[in-house]
């Protein structure tokens, strides 16, 4: 029986991602051992790599390819100004810089947006986080700080999107009918476990916060 691309995607990246999900700060985070500001940093982080994200999205909707996995009601910069207001008050883009990690998590982003593959990799390995482990996160936060819908966790909220799991699935079976040779897949593969290491090394940058906690 022929493995889809989707399911040799998660076994080939599944390492990779369980290394994401144990950084120390996660750790910390999720024990409620951090203030609602140090909670802030990385809203803060993931607010930069979402601009990038969804501003590469409109760029690519029309792409025959790529265009496939745009997505508006995934778009997250809306909700993630929301969650920093409520963390920091209105005045929040004086409180928030991106760090050398998400500087250089968001130049890559940039530098593949002309390969479909590589838009599809970074799309799939922050969006697909999102809406599975991401879900859990935001009910521990809301246990720590007591954010509602509104501001606070809005970033993991997907209203829009009704079932996730019914969405995840057309999302895999869409990344089943790319039309891909082998070596395009190793590619792809490739670049997803890249993405999932640039985004370790941001939530690695943000082990300060743990430090001074």
């Given at each position: 029986m022929t493995t889809s691309f989707s399911e040799t995607l998660r076994n080939a990246t599944w390492g990779d991602h369980q290394s994401a999900e144990s950084e120390g700060y996660?750790?910390?985070l999720m024990n409620g051992r951090l203030s609602e500001h140090e909670?802030?940093?990385m809203v803060a982080q993931?607010?930069?790599a979402y601009v990038a994200l969804d501003g590469v999205s409109r760029q690519l909707a029309e792409h025959p390819v790529a265009g496939r996995f745009v997505f508006?009601?995934?778009y997250r910069e809306s909700a993630l100004e929301r969650d920093l207001t409520t963390v920091y008050g209105?005045?929040?883009r004086t409180r928030i810089a991106p760090s050398k990690a998400t500087r250089t998590l968001?130049?890559?982003?940039h530098q593949v947006a002309d390969w479909p593959g590589g838009y599809i990799a970074h799309h799939y390995t922050r969006y697909l986080g999102d809406l599975s482990g991401g879900q859990f996160i935001r009910m521990e936060l809301q246990k720590i700080y007591g954010y509602q819908k509104g501001g606070g966790v809005d970033f993991y909220i997907f209203d829009e999107l009704g079932s996730l799991p019914r969405f995840k699935n057309e999302y895999r079976a869409r990344?089943?009918?790319?039309?891909?040779d082998e070596r395009e897949q190793q590619r792809i593969i490739g670049e997803v476990r890249l993405a999932y290491q640039l985004n370790t090394e941001v939530l690695a940058e943000l082990q300060h916060v743990v430090a001074a906690a």
């Open positions: 996660l750790t910390e909670y802030g940093e993931h607010y930069f508006p009601e995934l209105p005045s929040w968001v130049a890559r982003i990344l089943d009918e790319l039309e891909l």
